[in-house]
C-alpha cells in the first residue's frame, strides 16, 4: 500500500521557522520526484518545492526561494520542508506527493507532469 505521511506543520508567528516531513512507503523512493504543494482557502494548489530522489535535484517557486530547503534522506524514504522566514501568505494546507521521474522536477511543480500519489495534508498557519 502506497503511503505518503506528511507532519510537521503547526502554528507559527511570522518570521519563524517550520520544518514539515513527508515519509513515503510503497514503492521505490528513489524512482520518484517528491514534491510538496500547497493551497490556501479560495487559491488554487500551487508547487512549492520539488525534489528528484535519485539525484537530488530541486526546484522551488519563485515565492519561497531563499527561503525553503527541500532535502531528501533516501534511507528513511522521507523528504524534509524547512521553512524558514514564514510570511502570513504562507499559511496554507501543505501535501507532499510522489511522481514517477522521467522529467526534472520542475516539470512535476509546475503541474505539466502530474503526481501518482498524493499525502493527506498538513496545515501550517503563520500569524502576523
Known amino acids: 500500500e502506497v503511503q505518503l505521511q506528511a507532519s510537521g506543520g503547526g502554528l507559527v508567528q511570522a518570521r519563524g521557522s517550520l520544518r514539515p516531513s513527508c515519509a513515503a512507503s510503497?514503492?521505490?523512493?528513489?524512482?520518484?520526484?517528491i514534491g510538496w504543494f500547497r493551497q490556501a482557502p479560495g487559491k488554487e494548489r500551487e508547487g512549492v518545492s520539488c525534489?528528484?530522489?535519485?539525484?537530488?535535484?530541486?526546484y522551488y517557486t519563485d515565492s519561497v526561494k531563499g527561503r525553503f530547503t527541500i532535502s531528501s534522506d533516501n534511507a528513511k524514504n522521507t523528504v524534509y520542508l524547512q521553512m524558514n522566514s514564514l510570511k502570513p501568505e504562507d499559511t496554507a494546507v501543505y501535501y507532499c506527493?510522489?511522481?514517477?521521474?522521467?522529467?526534472?522536477?520542475?516539470?512535476?511543480?509546475?503541474?505539466?507532469?502530474?503526481?501518482?500519489?498524493w499525502g493527506k495534508g498538513t496545515q501550517v498557519t503563520v500569524s502576523s
Open positions: 510503497g514503492f521505490t523512493f528513489d524512482d520518484y520526484t
Open positions: 525534489i528528484s530522489s535519485s539525484d537530488g535535484i530541486t
Open positions: 506527493a510522489a511522481g514517477y521521474t522521467v522529467l526534472g522536477p520542475a516539470y512535476y511543480c509546475s503541474g505539466s507532469v502530474g503526481m501518482n500519489y
